[in-house]
């Protein structure tokens, strides 16, 4: 069995090994798509394919959609050729059950797939055709947190950001340039109306994507590349909406063992790739079953009918802000954030064996989300705080079967930990004048800062995680060595102070000092990473 147009067509070999297949007509809607395009989303991994694209795959199922999704990678483009084109864009999608039983289906919601790559002429005309459609609705995004990022920690351009300012809109190379260029052409074409819905798990992320696209633009008009009115385009939410979101769907890096069942089922070449810009993908995609999207409904060019997809809620922005705030701020994220670094200082490969097994992990994961942020978080009245964290508690955080990694845990989490730790300090100043009486979350600030060592709580070196500030953080740590107490000196407070990071001084905020003591006891030696986290959660 193949995963290809004419591969699906042999239902019985599917249907035999419990794989559903689609029940509507995927050549149609790939060329209803093609022809006038509604939807297009840029950032194609995993999270999408099995998320955003299931979502659009039962809108399908359910004849309100007739069309899939334009799919546009901005990054990495092997992607494209390894996982769309090989598959005639198919997808598979593997919901993993904490019983262990599995849902396997074909997924046909992905109409086509475009590298944004201005110096690709065909790919890049082909972009602009899809921008210049008056009939394309919204473009949603999950390029991650970074994929935003025009600056540096330190307010500097990064250097890529540099260049397409430099360069212009026909030379675009970073995600938000690609973006602009894109709108100045659908500007010129005739200022037709569009939706923009970052989808990222980040606070307030459409005016994140705002920022950046003004800000782009803004540069752009000062070196002579756009004109006033383009300027007057983008600035207007009426026009130019920027709906904000909040998502949720634990999705781990696809399952060598899955790969491997699936082939046994008979689907042929289900092995992942890793690309050559160490993305790690396969032609299927697992993850949990439940799922929250909540989207802000403004939409000024209309919109497909979201609100029938499967945990898809539509709302206003500040119920979108304080469902975001629940989730990013208190309830997951930051358990994951805290807990995922220590994880692989520990030596757990996986987060949900970690929490099942380390009685000491449950109760700092339990401490973050009940005892700490829980009493400072806002219900936004569509879902229940509370609920939502017993829900990750009883049902998501200990399913095994998912195989969620502490190291993908902690990819990129100096872009986080302003989100995801800083939010709730900050509530804490404001409702008791300063944050002292916090615990498990300074606990899991010093956790990070002594993962960044790359040492493990037994001495031995280990790989990070990828993360914009690797480098830059190992060379402050340079001479703070594990075993010696004393070659650590001052080197935690550019960090802890850096508002850019936190959003906040945590010093002001009375934490400072206790992560780094924290921090000094868990480079005492052997086991003392362990030996601190028994101490201030046992």
């Not at 559903?20 to 999270?47: C, R, T």
């Not at 039962?58 to 050729?81: A, M, N, P, S």
């Not at 593997?94 to 797939?113: N, P, S």
């Not at 064996?353 to 009245?381: C, F, Q, S």
Request: hydrophobic residues 40%; glycine residues 8%.
């Amino acid at each position: 069995m193949k995963l290809s147009i004419n591969g699906i067509k042999e239902q019985e070999a599917w249907k035999k090994a419990g794989i559903a297949l689609p029940g509507y007509d995927v050549e149609a809607a790939s060329e209803n798509a093609k022809e006038n395009p509604v939807w297009v989303h840029f950032g194609i991994g995993n999270i999408f394919r099995v998320f955003i694209g299931g979502i659009a795959d039962g809108l399908l199922e359910e004849g309100v959609l007739d069309r899939g999704i334009t799919c546009v990678e901005t990054f990495d483009y092997d992607v494209v050729d390894k996982i769309y084109d090989s598959y005639d864009n198919l997808g598979l999608s593997v919901i993993l059950h904490g019983d262990g039983t599995r849902e396997y289906k074909v997924v046909g919601a992905f109409a086509e797939a475009v590298k944004a790559q201005s110096s690709n002429a065909e790919q890049w005309k082909r972009l602009k055709e899809i921008f210049t459609s008056k009939s394309l609705q919204m473009v949603s995004f999950t390029i991650t947190e970074k994929g935003y990022a025009l600056q540096k920690a330190d307010g500097t351009w990064f250097p890529f950001v540099e260049a397409d300012i430099k360069n212009g809109p026909d030379k675009a190379a970073g995600a938000m340039a690609v973006l602009v260029a894109m709108l100045y052409e659908r500007y010129k074409a005739g200022e037709y109306p569009i939706a923009l819905v970052s989808m990222d798990n980040c606070s307030q992320n459409g005016a994140k994507l705002r920022e950046s696209v003004l800000t782009m633009t803004e540069e752009w008009k000062k070196a002579g590349f756009v004109d006033e009115g383009f300027v007057n385009y983008v600035s207007d939410e009426k026009v130019v909406a920027f709906p904000w979101t909040m998502i949720d769907k634990i999705t781990p890096r696809p399952s060598e063992q899955i790969a491997a069942d699936l082939e046994k089922l008979g689907v042929e070449n289900m092995q992942p790739v890793i690309t050559g810009k160490k993305t790690y993908i396969a032609p299927f995609v697992n993850a949990e079953k439940p799922q929250y999207l909540v989207i802000e409904d403004s939409f000024p060019n209309g919109r497909p009918a979201l609100e029938k997809g499967f945990g898809v809620y539509m709302a206003d922005r500040n119920t979108v802000n304080l469902s975001e705030r629940m989730k990013v701020t208190v309830c997951l994220n930051p358990v994951h954030s805290a807990t995922g670094p220590l994880g692989v200082v520990l030596g757990y490969e996986l987060f949900a064996h970690m929490l099942n097994t380390n009685e000491d992990m449950m109760k700092m994961a339990r401490m973050i989300a009940y005892d700490e942020g829980l009493p400072v978080v806002a219900d936004p009245g569509i879902l229940s705080p509370q609920a939502f964290v017993d829900e990750l508690f009883n049902d998501r955080f200990p399913n095994e079967y998912l195989g969620d990694t502490n190291l993908r845990l902690a990819v990129d989490v100096s872009q986080m930990v302003g989100i995801r730790f800083g939010e709730t300090i900050k509530a804490y100043v404001q409702k008791f004048g300063d944050a002292s009486r916090l615990t498990a979350i300074p606990l899991g600030i010093a956790g990070w800062l002594r993962y960044m060592l790359g040492v493990d709580d037994e001495g031995n070196k280990f790989e990070l995680a990828p993360d914009p500030m690797n480098e830059e953080l190992q060379e402050q740590f340079k001479d703070i060595v594990v075993g010696k107490p004393e070659t650590f000196k001052d080197q935690l407070k550019p960090i802890l102070s850096n508002e850019r990071l936190f959003f906040t001084d945590l010093y002001k905020d009375g934490v400072g000092e206790k992560v780094e003591d924290m921090f000094r006891e868990m480079i005492a030696g052997p086991g003392a990473v362990r030996a601190t986290i028994h101490k201030y959660v046992g």
